[in-house]
Structures are given as structure tokens and as C-alpha cells.
């Protein structure tokens, strides 16, 4: 991955990585360690962590490693790390005070990208007004955070249209990221739209639908002659064709072959019969793989 490639401009005029390692599901060292490392061997700079992923312990540990093996040749200027606020934190008190608690457990001076994981507070009924009012004062901390240094990103993961309209109205600093769940099964125009307009970097994540895309009955069957033309995998087809869209992605794998192999997508390119066909299959087969937060006022 070249500098040019591998990395988009945000509003701000700061760069953020095109590509980065999930890593949900994984919380033990002996998960993590190989696969982040063998991620940052192959070009990876971001690392996508939360709360309530329960892993930034081990996460802070694994970045110490890399900063102080000359082998992978990393500063900590060069890694962008992202965690996010679990929705028990909600609230402008909690939220800081969660912040600093990520950052202790990271052992970082400061956050590259914080996000608001879910536009709800744990415990609270969907309908309830108290969510809209919670995650409001929760991104009022992340702007103070910002302006302290604490973070040097700051954005939302899982909102709905009705919650970012809200959010663009109120915040002082817009969203520098937005993160949700973007695939060829889940295409939602309206948040892409917003995004575009203010200028809102788009973050997919499950690109494979939880690899649901890619075996068993939600398959896209339609993957495996593309894949065979361009000599490429169906996983690296479904980033590839995010990453045409400019959309950042975070793909996670268990496996550091995996890994690697999810990294190279700047060697190939999906023609505009392949991106028509994918950015139009929702239409012929619709699904949500993971969390749906349309109800939550």
C-alpha cells in the first residue's frame, strides 16, 4: 500500500487510513498479537477497538510491542487507533470519564478516532427521549476531549438518518467518521447522502455480512466468477468495491494469511458492470447481519 492509497483526507485536513484491522470478538492476547502484528508487517496503520470489545488492554499492550520492535519500523504517529464509547457510558460524565479509562487501558496519550458506539443508553426502552438527550451530552465530552487533545478524531458508529441529521444541527465540531454496517446486502443511500454532503467519512464494517455474504444461504453467488476473473478472493471483491466507493473499511480475521490477503485490494480493480451489480443487489435481496437501531428515539 502506497501513502496515496492507502489513506483518505478528512474535513479537517487530516489523513485516516483506508484500511483497518477489526477487532471484534477477539480479546485475549494470544488472539490479538499475531493478527495485529501481521497486519502492521503488511501496511495495516489502523486498529479498531471498543469498549465494550473488552480487548484495549491487550490492544495497548500489542502497540507497545510494535513501537519498541525496530523490526516493523512504527512510531506511534504512524498507527491510528480507534475505540468507542459503550452505551452504559452515555451521558457527558460518563462519556469522559469513559474516554480516560480507554485511554489508561490503551496505554496512549491520545485517541486517533472515538466513537460513539451506539446511538442508545443501556437499560432505556428504545422510545425512550432520554436517549436522544444521553448521546447528545456524550458528544458534547468528545468535543471538549478533542479541544483538550485527548482525541484527535471524533465521530459516531450505528446512527440512523434521523440520528445524524439531529447531530450535524447540534454538534459544534461535525463527525469526522461515521462507522455502520455498509455491505451489498445493506446499501443505505439516505446516510450515504448525508455523509457525502458533509463531508463525513463513511467507515463500512461487517463488509463481508459477518462472512455471511460469502457462504450459506445469504451468499452472493454472483461473487465467485468475479473473483475468478480478477484471480482475487470473494472477501477482497466486497472490500474492493467499498473502497471504489471510498469508504474506509475494517475487516476482521482470526487468521493472519487472512489478514494479509484482506489488506491487497490496490492491485485490482472491479469493472463498472461489477460495481453496478453489487451496489444494486440489495434491491433482489436485503438483509441486516448485525445490531438495527431504527427504533431508538
Known amino acids: 500500500m502506497t501513502d496515496n492509497q492507502a ?14 484491522l477489526g477487532t471484534y470478538r477477539m480479546k485475549t492476547l494470544g488472539e490479538l498479537r499475531p493478527v495485529v502484528k501481521e497486519a502492521v508487517r503488511n501496511g495495516y496503520r489502523l486498529i479498531d477497538s471498543a469498549t465494550v470489545y473488552r480487548n484495549e488492554e491487550a490492544i495497548g499492550k500489542i502497540i507497545n510491542e510494535i513501537i519498541n520492535d525496530e523490526t516493523f519500523g512504527v512510531e506511534r504517529k504512524d498507527l491510528f487507533v480507534t475505540s468507542k464509547l459503550s452505551p452504559r457510558n452515555q451521558g ?5 470519564k469513559a474516554v480516560l479509562a480507554s485511554l489508561k487501558k490503551l496505554k496512549l496519550d491520545y485517541i486517533d478516532l472515538y466513537l460513539i458506539h451506539w446511538p442508545g443508553t443501556s437499560k432505556h426502552k428504545l422510545d425512550d427521549p432520554k436517549n436522544k438527550e444521553n448521546r447528545s451530552e456524550s458528544y458534547r465530552a468528545l468535543e471538549q476531549l478533542l479541544k483538550e487533545g485527548k482525541l484527535r478524531h471524533i465521530g ?22 461515521h462507522q455502520f454496517e455498509l455491505h451489498p446486502a445493506l446499501y443505505q443511500p439516505e446516510i450515504l447522502s448525508i455523509c457525502r454532503e458533509n463531508r463525513i467519512q463513511i467507515q463500512a464494517y461487517s463488509s463481508l455480512g459477518e462472512g455471511k455474504l460469502l457462504k450459506g444461504k445469504y451468499a452472493i453467488k454472483e461473487l465467485d466468477p468475479i473473483s475468478e476473473r480478477l484471480q482475487v478472493s470473494p472477501a477482497q471483491v466486497l472490500l474492493r468495491w467499498a473502497i471504489q466507493h471510498d469508504w474506509a473499511v475494517i475487516p476482521k480475521s482470526t487468521k493472519p494469511d487472512r489478514v494479509k490477503t484482506n489488506g491487497d ?16 443487489y440489495h434491491k433482489q435481496e436485503a438483509h441486516r447481519m448485525c445490531w438495527d437501531p431504527t427504533d431508538i428515539y
Open 7 to 20: 489513506s483518505f483526507i478528512l474535513h479537517d485536513g487530516t489523513t485516516m487510513p483506508k484500511i483497518g
Open 92 to 96: 457527558y460524565e460518563e462519556c469522559y
Open 156 to 177: 459516531v458508529s450505528n446512527y440512523t438518518e434521523k440520528h445524524l441529521r439531529h447531530l450535524i444541527d447540534t454538534c459544534t465540531v461535525l463527525p469526522h467518521v
Open 265 to 280: 485490494l490496490f492491485s485490482f480493480e472491479l469493472s463498472g458492470q461489477d460495481m453496478a451489480f453489487l451496489d444494486d
